[in-house]
């Protein structure tokens, strides 16, 4: 029988599970319709959909690895259950950091003003560019999840003590070692995001700088795309930086005596990453954006239809 709190966070994970689904698959849906009808398709849009696809998938692999903690403890405890949990978290994971880093140089190449020739060269092979780290990120992620899948790792050890408190040990430390070692991977496209805030920031201040220069005193298009992309990559660092503090203390979680809730309260805070980040995405995308207003407009729509009629 499961305690009260083990179905509360089996509720927040359901929960949090069908909305990171349901603003992911928005996103696939609306630029997958968009290929069918113009029978092309841009790079951010095929950068926005493997970056759904990723999340779902991060978001389907941490909330099974909680369900199975909960009602397959003994399935969880063995060697194989835990590597391909393991393996196809690090897979869509480094998969999700990396497109997010790709979005974010994509945005910067696109957006910012800097007269360095390396700049100019890459502003001017932005598809290129842009497509060839894709491809780069995505082999990246698959070498990664295959070596930590053919790697040795530990068992987890679970024991009831009066169906009340379960400890997890992990029998070879540095199985969890190695995982953060895998992961500090994620570094890499970390950095990229940085580096695109920062010179974001730069051409903006030059932006500005030219507009007083010039007596313009209104904000034009090009400093209101510079702030849209600046928010959503401070958005992102920021969420990834508690994303990652996380991680980081769930690994270690076979160091906590309360290990098992930490590794509950973990699932529970990671989760929210890929799911509220695809409502920030569709914010700051002006296609996305007018077709979840336009839902939104029909749900309500229907509701009032649908509203019974108060007897006089």
């Not at 970056?51 to 991060?58: H, W």
């Not at 994620?186 to 940085?194: D, E, N, R, S, Y």
């Not at 296609?287 to 009032?304: I, M, P, Q, S, T």
Request: glycine fraction near 6%; charged fraction near 15%; hydrophobic fraction near 55%.
């Amino acid at each position: 029988m499961p305690s009260a709190v083990e179905v509360m966070y089996m509720v927040l994970i359901a929960g949090e599970l069908t909305i990171g689904i349901w603003g992911n698959g928005f996103i696939v849906l609306v630029n997958c319709t968009g290929w069918l009808q113009r029978r092309d398709s841009s790079v951010i849009d095929i950068i926005l959909v493997s970056l759904a696809i990723s999340r779902i998938c991060v978001l389907c692999v941490v909330s099974a690895d909680g369900f199975v903690l909960l009602l397959s403890p003994h399935a969880y405890a063995q060697n194989e259950t835990i590597n391909t949990l393991d393996a196809f978290w690090t897979l869509s994971n480094h998969s999700s950091v990396w497109f997010t880093a790709c979005l974010s140089i994509f945005y910067l190449l696109k957006i910012a003003n800097i007269s360095h020739p390396v700049f100019l060269w890459l502003k001017l092979n932005v598809t290129r560019v842009v497509l060839g780290l894709f491809l780069a990120s995505f082999l990246t992620s698959i070498i990664i999840s295959v070596f930590l899948k053919g790697g040795s790792w530990g068992h987890v050890e679970i024991n009831h003590e009066e169906n009340i408190t379960w400890e997890f040990r992990v029998s070879k430390a540095p199985s969890a070692f190695k995982l953060i070692i895998l992961n500090l991977g994620a570094l890499v496209p970390f950095a990229l995001c940085l580096l695109s805030f920062v010179l974001l920031l730069f051409s903006l201040f030059r932006h500005t700088k030219q507009m007083k220069l010039y007596a313009t005193g209104s904000r034009d298009s090009s400093t209101e795309a510079h702030m849209r992309a600046i928010k959503a990559v401070t958005i992102f660092l920021l969420l990834f930086i508690m994303y990652y503090a996380v991680f980081l203390v769930v690994t270690s979680s076979f160091l906590i005596p309360q290990g098992r809730l930490v590794l509950m309260f973990g699932g529970i805070v990671t989760v929210i990453f890929p799911s509220s980040h695809s409502f920030i995405l569709i914010m700051g995308n002006s296609k996305l954006r007018e077709a979840f207003l336009k839902v939104l407009r029909c749900v309500k729509g229907f509701h009032k239809r649908r509203k019974p009629l108060v007897p006089q």
